[in-house]
């Protein structure tokens, strides 16, 4: 199993940033993949960003250029830095993990991107 904590999210201006961490458990060198995703009130869970055990990333296409996944393997943590911060970055941030074809969340992260 895993569990995963996250932490930095709040209150940003447009135009400003945030970084998002999640702390996991175990070993994330030993997970297939992390990813952190988001939910919008009223809209659909969606991808923001994931990285590989490899460090192959991906990312959705509106936050390209913008947002950043990175991972430290010896603080088992995952990171999202959030640039240019708009009002539709808004949302809860959850963080996720793959292992062994099982999916676990954390608890999710508040975001209000607002001036």
């Known amino acids: 199993q895993v569990q995963l904590v996250e932490s930095g999210g709040g209150l940003v201006q447009p135009g400003g940033s945030l970084r998002l961490s999640c702390a996991a458990s175990?070993?994330?060198?030993?997970?297939?993949?992390m990813a952190w995703y988001r939910q919008a009130p009223g809209k659909q869970r969606e991808l923001v960003a994931g990285i590989t055990s490899g460090g192959s990333t991906n990312y959705l296409d509106s936050v390209k250029g913008r947002f950043t996944i990175s991972r430290d393997n010896a603080k088992n943590t995952v990171y999202l830095q959030m640039n240019s911060l708009k009002p539709e970055d808004t949302a809860v941030y959850y963080c996720?993990?793959?292992?062994?074809?099982?999916?676990?969340w954390g608890q999710g992260t508040q975001v209000t991107v607002s001036s």
């Open positions: 175990r070993s994330i060198f030993s997970l297939n993949a």
């Open positions: 996720n993990a793959v292992l062994n074809l099982i999916r676990y």
